[in-house]
């Protein structure tokens, strides 16, 4: 009787916790494994562990079957891309090389989806077609063994800051943008988490195996206004800390907030963030504090784009030092997660990108020589893994991605 009892707890344990999580119609089920309709042509499922539980976890099952790569070299994808002509090329580039995986947007730098859920779907009105057939794309990527990542954008989103302008901030009774008519969303207000983990939510259910988070932060420069915007406090409105610390202290929640939600996915979580963020305790402005960050990430994606930095590291001219600049921050950043009790795995962003804003005259080029330099200062660090950023995808030929193997 009281095996009996137990077994039927742990049935409407696990009905409740699927109701929770929101996930599609039950279809079958029982002690072991509940098996779901996404809607899609592909069955799915959720795989209970420890099911003698009451509280008992399970890993989303979308039903396709990615390996995790010896060590991922990837490269940026954008919506436009993945379901564009140009997929076919990067399809191709990776292939042919030594490249292993894919980082999509799944949520764009504007706020968009890049894809078209089902017409019920809370998000289907902020979503764009750029992803004719998500469920195409990820059959290419099972079949050639891509590793897919979704990134999704998270507060930088003029989309959303239109559209709740209660959730953003304000000027003058307006949405605050940036010089680029960029608008973010407010850190502070736990709507806007929700809002984008349901969102990544969407993108493990497409099958990703894994959720990278970009723009985790406040918009630049934010300490210069922070008296001028007007804008919630939430939860943290009471919270007895100075603005730096407390802009700290609500992206790391945002960030060990959809860790807890996501893995239980059984995806990993990854984040974005300046390579800076290193160098100092916690920046000022933005909120990012590197070690706290990577305590609460499966990755850390540090964008150490030799152009992206002022002279640092005793170097001028970064931006035409590509190896040294990779070679000091490594050291620096091996130093940093070397401190942590459960370091993340290291996985940068490099660059295979010109910045003509940086000359007056001619642009100093990146090709084979530059993205391999990265390469090995990453490689010569222990540091296996990297990302290729290109913001038009377009990739340099002849490549070797692993030049010390």
């Known amino acids: 009787m009281f095996k009996q009892l137990r077994k039927g707890w742990v049935i409407f344990a696990i009905i409740i916790i699927s109701l929770l999580i929101n996930q599609p119609t039950i279809m079958a089920e029982n002690s072991e494994q509940l098996i779901v309709n996404d809607h899609s042509t592909r069955e799915t499922q959720i795989q209970l562990i420890e099911p003698n539980r009451f509280l008992a976890r399970f890993t989303y099952n979308s039903g396709y079957t990615f390996n995790y790569p ?155 206004r922070d008296d001028i915007l007007q804008y919630g406090l939430g939860d943290y409105a009471d919270l007895d800390m100075e603005p730096v610390k407390k802009r700290v202290e609500a992206v790391t929640d945002f960030v060990a907030y959809a860790r807890e939600t996501l893995n239980q996915y059984g995806v990993d979580v990854s984040v974005d963030i300046f390579g800076y963020a290193v160098t100092v305790e916690e920046t000022p402005g933005i909120g990012q504090n590197f070690s706290r960050i990577s305590e609460n990430v499966d990755v850390i994606s540090s964008m150490i784009y030799p152009s992206h930095w002022t002279p640092h590291f005793g170097i001028d001219f970064p931006d035409k030092e590509p190896y040294r600049l990779v070679n000091e921050y490594s050291k620096l950043e091996n130093k940093v997660l070397g401190a942590l009790d459960n370091p993340p795995i290291s996985r940068p962003w490099i660059q295979d990108f010109e910045a003509p804003w940086l000359y007056s005259g001619p642009t100093f080029q990146y090709g084979v020589a530059e993205v391999e330099a990265q390469i090995r200062a990453l490689n010569e660090n222990g540091i296996n893994e990297f990302l290729l950023w290109n913001a038009g995808n377009v990739y340099t030929e002849g490549v070797d991605y692993t030049p010390l193997d």
Do not use: C
């Open 70 to 224: 010896d060590h991922v070299r990837g490269i940026y994808v954008t919506g436009h891309s993945a379901g564009g002509a140009r997929f076919q090329t990067l399809l191709e580039l990776v292939k042919s090389t030594e490249l292993n995986a894919m980082v999509i947007d799944i949520k764009d730098d504007y706020g968009n989806l890049t894809f078209r859920p089902d017409e019920n779907s809370p998000f289907y009105d902020i979503s764009k077609p750029y992803i004719g057939d998500p469920v195409k794309m990820m059959e290419v990527l099972e079949e050639n063994q891509i590793y897919p990542i979704a990134r999704i954008v998270v507060f930088k989103d003029s989309v959303l800051a239109k559209q709740r302008p209660d959730l953003s901030f304000l000027e003058n009774g307006n949405v605050w943008v940036n010089n680029r008519g960029e608008a973010f969303v407010n850190p502070y207000e736990k709507e806007v988490w929700e809002y984008n983990v349901e969102i990544a939510k969407k993108a493990v259910e497409l099958g990703f195996q894994d959720i990278q988070f970009d723009y985790v932060r406040f918009p630049e420069g934010f300490e210069l």
